[in-house]
């Protein structure tokens, strides 16, 4: 069973603070992803991964980095957070190749106040 | 703009009943992909059918592709409470990455 893991699953942040969400896969995919959640909007692609050391804007890029340090581990950063990226967070992942089944783990609720 | 659309926000039947959801999309593409997610969880795979495939089945589901006017369909027979969720197409971009439509959100009551 392909198993993606987010971290933490909740989360109060203050404006203007750092955040990261983190995400672990343990099915040896090459693609991570990250898409975020908000009715009315369905789930926008902010960055993936094609492996290790390599991390691609998706359509909604500006405000967050990501990391890809490993096979296994993907984050997402908020340097500076803001109201407007208060909204639910799926990292996902995939074998290589835009035809392949993509993989969820459960989301982060991000509340910045 | 979104590369793939669902055509209804929302859809109600009870149960036993047929549901159709539709989805258009915007590019050339190799697959289209439906994803059910239901409440509290991340969307999982329901069916892939490829450029090159009409139709795909599984179990009570059923999705139809029609390149030429760029749209897929996925019907769902003997409609239970547990199908009740948000159903989403989702394409690649030429291979790029995996793009979701904003959603059709099916309810199914007693």
């Known amino acids: 069973e392909a198993a993606v893991t987010q971290s933490p699953r909740n989360k109060v942040a203050v404006t203007g603070g750092k955040v990261t969400l983190s995400c672990n896969q343990t099915?040896?995919?090459?693609?991570m992803y990250w898409y975020r959640q908000d009715t009315g909007h369905g789930l926008r692609l902010i960055h993936y991964?094609?492996?290790?050391?390599?991390?691609e804007k998706g359509d909604i890029p500006d405000g967050y980095k990501a990391s890809r340090p490993s096979q296994e581990n993907f984050s997402l950063i908020l340097e500076l957070a803001t109201p407007s990226q208060t909204s639910v967070y799926f990292c996902a992942s995939g074998a290589a190749g835009g035809d392949t089944e993509v993989f969820f783990g459960k989301g982060t609720r991000l509340t910045v106040v | 703009s979104q590369l793939a659309e669902e055509n209804l926000w929302a859809l109600s039947v009870h149960e036993g009943e047929s549901v159709t959801v539709n989805c258009s999309y915007k590019?050339?593409?190799?697959?289209l992909q439906w994803y059910r997610q239901k409440s509290g969880e991340g969307p999982a795979q329901l069916i892939l059918i490829r450029s090159n495939e009409r139709e795909k089945r599984n179990g009570r589901l059923r999705a139809t592709l029609d390149t030429s006017s760029q749209s897929s369909s996925l019907s769902i027979t003997a409609t239970r409470c547990e199908d009740t969720a948000v159903y989403f197409c989702a394409t690649d971009q030429g291979g790029r990455a995996l793009i979701f439509g904003t959603g059709t959100t099916v309810s199914v009551s007693p």
């Open positions: 099915n040896n995919h090459n693609n």
């Open positions: 590019t050339s593409i190799t697959a």
């Open positions: 991964s094609y492996g290790a050391g390599s991390t």
